[in-house]
């Protein structure tokens, strides 16, 4: 990662929230605590999704363009702040962004050299490509599917009642299967 999110998706303030962990708006002796389990949820729920909640710029590095286009493995993909390569003299150049095309029409979202051109040689070497990458829904928790924010306060909640993992049918639980199952369909499959 080389930016992370300017924000959290929510807060303690958040009055839905605060209503699902049934607290009053003056009992606020446990924000920080609160604010705590949002940071842990969202992060639990990006690497269960492999989507990226709030706005931030990930660096994706390659050993090399390949043949065709490059799968991007994180969801949603806003842009592509710039593409770096290690050229066979063993220099580093950018790729100019008129030279290549991101598809983001699609899951996986994928990088493409334009029409009538390929990409460029690299020197054969590990993480001789580097992508970095914008990703994430927007700046605010107001930018996320309602099915996210609804998982995120699902499991803050959890995260708040049962301070430890729950042991449930014979195993122990750290995702209830009602967050689960709200994030299945999300799932972003690379």
Aim: hydrophobic share 40%; aromatic share 8%.
């Amino acid at each position: 990662m080389i930016s992370g999110p300017g924000a959290k998706p929510t807060t303690s303030a958040d009055p839905i929230l605060r209503s699902h962990l049934r607290l009053e708006a003056d009992e606020t002796e446990q924000d920080d605590l609160i604010d705590s389990f949002i940071g842990l949820a969202t992060r639990r729920i990006e690497n269960f999704t492999r989507l990226r909640l709030i706005t931030q710029t990930m660096r994706l590095n390659l050993n090399g363009f390949g043949r065709c286009g490059i799968e991007i493995p994180v969801w949603p993909v806003q842009s592509i702040d710039k593409v770096t390569y290690v050229d066979g003299a063993g220099d580093t150049q950018t790729l100019d962004a008129a030279d290549y095309r991101l598809i983001a029409s699609e899951m996986p979202n994928e990088l493409h050299p334009v029409y009538g051109s390929s990409w460029p040689v690299t020197r054969d070497d590990l993480a001789s490509v580097q992508i970095d990458v914008i990703a994430g829904y927007g700046d605010a928790g107001t930018d996320l599917p309602d099915e996210l924010m609804g998982a995120l306060r699902l499991l803050v909640a959890h995260y708040f009642l049962h301070r430890e993992a729950l042991f449930a049918g014979g195993s122990v639980e750290e995702i209830p299967h009602g967050v689960t199952d709200m994030l299945r369909e999300l799932v972003f499959w690379v």
